[in-house]
């Protein structure tokens, strides 16, 4: 586990700034390839691609996307706390009708955004521990999305 966390802090400390850039170029790409998820963030419906692209609200999308992996990756020593903050990250999720299919799509995203900009250090390795931390992530959050049992009441 010690050398995944330090492979992962690694490659967010070298490539923070162009992540976030090209994580909007990402989830471009990604409501090009599924609209529905466009829909999903209320200030899009409906924006042109060029609209988007210039939009502060993706940006700061993309540097809260770019936080919460931060957090998961300084916290896997504390692997409970973290998943209870992804699963409330998750039912917050709730509010804005997001489906456990779109959470399965930001770590393939996310990995296309970092990929290109570790390009010389891009391993097996560091596949394996950027697949397992968005297993991770995408599992508690998936666990957020469902209603609790005080809600369905």
């Not at 992996?69 to 300084?74: D, H, L, Q, R, S």
């Not at 959470?103 to 560091?126: D, N, R, T, V, Y």
Request: with cysteine; aromatic share 6%.
């Amino acid at each position: 586990m010690v050398s995944v966390v330090r492979v992962l802090q690694a490659a967010v400390a070298e490539t923070k700034q162009e992540v976030t850039i090209n994580q909007r170029t990402t989830n471009m790409r990604l409501f090009d390839s599924h609209p529905d998820v466009q829909n999903t963030f209320l200030p899009f419906r409906g924006l042109s691609n060029k609209d988007m692209e210039s939009s502060a609200i993706l940006r700061a999308h993309a540097l809260r996307v770019m936080a919460t992996v931060e957090k998961c990756i300084t916290r896997l020593d504390r692997i409970d706390k973290t998943n209870v903050i992804l699963k409330e990250l998750g039912h917050r999720h709730i509010d804005y009708q997001v489906k456990p299919k779109y959470i399965s799509l930001m770590g393939p995203q996310f990995m296309m955004a970092i990929k290109p900009h570790l390009e010389s250090q891009w391993s097996e390795e560091m596949e394996e521990a950027w697949t397992h931390l968005f297993r991770i992530i995408s599992y508690h959050m998936k666990k957020g999305l469902r209603p609790s049992k005080a809600e369905q009441i």
